[in-house]
């Protein structure tokens, strides 16, 4: 007989936040769009429409002092870990008053909390796929050397493409050797902007590359946001426990191109509608439905407040100014500092349980 | 004070810093137990442990990467490349992630990156290296390349505190050739400052690294033929010290660049680009680079012989700006 599995101790409440979680990343993506076809979003827009429940359900299995290190389509796992949503509008929109001050893109943010502060660590990626990875496994070795109490989880998302790279090779055999409190998340979304999985990669399931580096792996169903969670709660309990590195394969669809511009015409239909009736947001209404943890109404009142979170916040950053060209050549280096390594983190309504 | 050689001078200041400070450590392929190739990181592992003297898999991103990330948690990495050629193996790293950190996202990344460059010691095309050009264009990092034992030691203590990553280019030719006179004092070398080490009136060598040791022996070579040359080790390739350099031009109204990387597309053109634009009414002369050949690095002596600066070249540069 098997033990319980971790979500059976999950509270309404909880479950109801994740919910809001997952919905809101939805909600501001959309807003995004409007955004976008404003021609307000500054270069392009990369949406996790279909992951955004496998995003939610890894990132709520972490502390929250524990570090993320996510991917552009983790949308889910920024909604999680409290990151406000006018961060994100700001950063999209190129704002003088965003994380990045205008000098990089979309989810590209850093957040360094004070030392013993209960906050996240958050360190968005760069353009260079798999780079995350190292770095990474060094903020699970750095907070491991200031002996930092609780111990601290890194998490860190990866795409199947991304997981081709020699960085990410590189970096995982180095947090496996050195028992690193890591947990990558790779996440099968069959396409790596146009190219099928099966161009990217021989085995035959993408946790199967952790079997290089002699860690354990799992794959799980990643449009079922209970599923996710409880294995990856499983591997963060074990990291931080000093069992080291962890590999989590998701199972999910990228339900749109890589960007707005890409029709992702590249994908069969009839795989999309395959995917379509498999929306994680939709299981997840059901299954809180069928538990008992939250009636219709419950869910539907979510709906209306992250919509309406998510519009009230896009609105307050669209007419924020964008960055003075006079400081252009500022804050290349010490002693001239510009940005800052600071997001302004938000609790949820349905936090009383964390 | 002690006459020690420069390599143990580079050791000394790990020893010092990681001794002062706790964030400190090494990281590194066979930096531990073996105490790295040339020997440099000898002896850390028995007092500091295994924890702060961290041997890696062969994994250039991996080691880098991690340093950026351990200082994001308040680390200060010092990262040993085995050999300086590895470091293209994490250009992406130190390009893209380290160097834009601070103006992406006021994120400094505060790591040194060390290893032994430069040739003359029978190398070949992979274990020569002066990567300097490779790096120049790419605001973010600083840059130094010391040419005695006791800027070796000043300089590496500067750089593992400074808050910016730092490309910390070691001669391996001078690793045990040159000896000097070494404070056990904690001391300093600011980064961004030359040294004129040899002040002469006719013509300005601009040079750094063991190239110090080839323009010092051309200027008392130019000396006996009355020609007084001033030698100036730049130290810090990044940020420059233009003002030093200007200086010395305005003084002597000849340049001469020498530098031990490749020809084209090095530092000789950007310090050539400099003193053309902010002096050019001082010249009195073309302004003239010295330095390696356009090919790969050969591999027989009488090859990089040939391939190499030298002293005879140098004076005979040297005579051609005076006799201009």
Redesign the interface.
Known sequence: MSAEPPSATLSSNQLLEMYYFARLARDVEERLVILFRQSKVIGGLYRSLGQEGESVGTAYALARHDAVLPLIRNMGALMTVGVRPLEIFRQYMAKGTSNSRGRDLNIHIVHLPDRGADEPVIVGPISMLGDSIPVAAGIAMGARMRASAPPMVAMAWIGDGATSTGAFHEGLNFAAVQRLPLVVVAEDNKYAYSTPIAKQMAVASIDERAAAYGIPHVMVDGNDMLAVYDAAKTMVDAARDGQGAQLLGVDTMRMQGHAQHDDARYVPKDVLESWTVKDPIARFRKTLLDRGAATAADLDGVDRMTREYAAAEADLAVDEPMPDPAAVTRGVYAGDDYAIPKVELVRSPFSGDR | MAVITYLEAIRQALFDEMGRDE?V?VIGEDVGAYGGAFKVTEGLIDRFGE??V?D??I????I????????????R?VCEIQFIDFIACCF??LT??AA?????????ASIVVRGPSGGGVGGGPFHSLNPEACFLNT??L?MVAPSTAYDAKGLLKAAIR???PVLYFEHKFLYRRIKDEVPDDDYVVPLGKADVKRAGTDVSIVTFGAMVHTALDAAARLAQDGVEAEVLDLRTLAPLDRETILASVAKTSRALLLYEARRTGGIGGELAAIIAEEAFEYLDAPILRIASADTPVPYAPPLEAAFLPSVEKVVAGAKSLVGY
Do not use: L
């Not at chain 2, 880098?64 to 680390?75: C, D, F, R, W």
């Not at chain 2, 834009?100 to 400094?108: K, L, V």
């Open positions: 964030r450590f924890a702060r961290i890696t898999p994994s250039e991103q991996a880098v990467g991690s340093a950026i990330g351990a200082s994001y948690m308040g680390m990495p992406d790293m893209n992630f834009t950190s601070r103006y992406r996202n006021g994120a400094g605001p973010g600083k400074d808050d910016d």
